[in-house]
């Protein structure tokens, strides 16, 4: 099961996350491309650092939010998110054809992840910006979505992507960030989720209920003050 993080998300003089000692820890890093986080000089630097420790390279494009760090919904057509995908891949490949490597994946951030998750158009209209990018992309998304639905149908390989420090619905959605209960801050909890889903491929949801879910990836958001421990630890479990 691959680890990957969101990272490169700085902004200036303004440092979010610790990307120089998780970057060496994960297999894959989506990175931020200016956006809801990020700028060039950190674009810049974060491929530079995944290059050298042989990790792969994520696109991670979001809504145009840096004051919401892209976790508020904004109402857009569909040809304008094809629009801020095509853009956002465009500026972080020019990053890594600098440096001499290539974007592996594409993630969705935030707010447009969890609209296209459920939105069906949405998740289209993604899907289809990134196979006009590149078809030999991968996308990413959270398991058993619209967003992996619509990148299978399209003809893109997809990556069903699960939540070390996330709580989960009923339905299968990620518990939305206002409630109290969406964040998993202990590691010993986050630890536990991901062993059930790579025993049983399950989950448990906050009303207790169990519901199956596949598991290509884990991610663990670098944004979070229990980032570094959680890496080591699920990396530890992951990758024996």
Not at 88 to 98: E, H, N, P, V
Not at 202 to 226: L, S, Y
Request: aromatic share 6%; with cysteine.
């Amino acid at each position: 099961m691959e680890l990957n993080c969101d990272l490169g998300e700085g902004y200036g003089k303004y440092q979010v996350g610790n990307d120089i000692q998780i970057i060496p820890l994960v297999d894959a890093v989506n990175i931020a491309c200016g956006f809801h986080a990020g700028d060039v000089n950190t674009m810049k630097l974060t491929v530079q650092l995944a290059k050298k420790h042989n990790v792969r390279i994520g696109a991670h494009p979001g809504f145009q939010d840096l004051q919401g760090f892209g976790r508020r919904k904004i109402d857009m057509d569909t040809s304008e998110i094809y629009g801020i995908i095509l853009y956002q891949l465009g500026a972080l490949s020019a990053f890594t054809k600098a440096q001499h490597t290539k974007i592996h994946h594409v993630k969705p951030h935030g707010a447009l992840y969890n609209m296209a998750c459920e939105d069906k158009s949405i998740a289209q209209s993604i899907a289809q910006a990134v196979y006009d990018f590149d078809p030999g992309l991968i996308l990413y998304g959270l398991a058993d979505s619209r967003l992996t639905e619509a990148g299978e149908h399209i003809g893109l390989s997809v990556a069903h992507e699960v939540f070390a420090d996330r709580t989960y619905q009923p339905d299968g959605t990620l518990t939305p960030r206002s409630e109290e209960n969406a964040i998993i801050h202990r590691t010993e909890d986050a630890l536990k989720q991901i062993q059930l889903i790579r025993k049983e491929q399950a989950v448990v949801a906050t009303n207790g209920q169990r519901i199956k879910i596949k598991a290509d990836t884990v991610c663990v958001h670098g944004d979070t003050p229990e980032a570094i421990e959680y890496v080591q630890k699920l990396r530890k479990y992951i990758k024996p």
